[in-house]
């Protein structure tokens, strides 16, 4: 009779711990379909809805708070020419190379966003110089052909609140040949 209740405790103790294994996996594979819903699976980067909805908090924090926010956003010049890995390089260097609380997020084939939390106009420019002075990839075997891009930069303020149409409209500027 002993050996019988040993047993019968030995099952509930497995039983328990294949429960917790069971639903330590089913919240591992929530986490992955959550990320895949909002990271670009190409190049990891954040997606344009998630973006949007970033975007949408740090202006509503920018208003409650009065601290400014920047965004940048990254156009790849020269598409035509533009090896199908670039776009991931360039996701790879944004996310390594920015702070750990900003976002970096696609848009399009070859066009980027960063939202950069608490960051005055001053700083968004240093960091919209880095992105276009580092911002040089080899696609050539002989080193010689480089990719660019251009990086457009505008900061939250009070009296201009719409940021992203005013960063779009720079970046805009900066693609279009002056006529």
């Known amino acids: 009779m002993l050996i019988s209740e040993w047993t019968t405790i030995l099952y509930d103790v497995a039983i328990l711990c294949l429960l917790g294994v069971v639903f330590g996996l089913r919240r591992l594979i929530q986490l992955r379909m959550a990320d895949r819903v909002i990271r ?5 980067a954040y997606t344009p809805d998630f973006i949007q909805e970033i975007y949408q908090t740090e202006l509503r924090r920018a208003e409650r708070t009065g601290v400014p926010f920047s965004i940048a956003l990254v156009s790849i010049r020269d598409t035509d020419k533009a090896a199908a890995d670039i776009p991931m390089a360039l996701a790879r260097w944004l996310k390594q190379n920015m702070r750990g609380c900003d976002y970096v997020g696609r848009l399009d084939t070859n066009q980027f966003v960063v939202i950069l939390p608490e960051t005055w106009d001053e700083d968004a420019r240093v960091v919209a110089t880095r992105i276009h002075g580092a911002f040089k990839l080899r696609t050539g075997r002989d080193g010689q052909d480089t990719v660019a891009c251009d990086v457009a930069v505008e900061t939250w303020r009070p009296d201009a609140p719409d940021v ?13 040949p002056a006529s």
Do not use: I, K
């Not at 670009?40 to 990891?44: H, I, M, S």
């Not at 992203?164 to 279009?176: D, F, I, K, N």
């Open 164 to 176: 992203w149409t005013g960063a779009s409209r720079q970046l805009e500027q900066a693609v279009t």
């Open 40 to 44: 670009d699976p190409l190049t990891g």
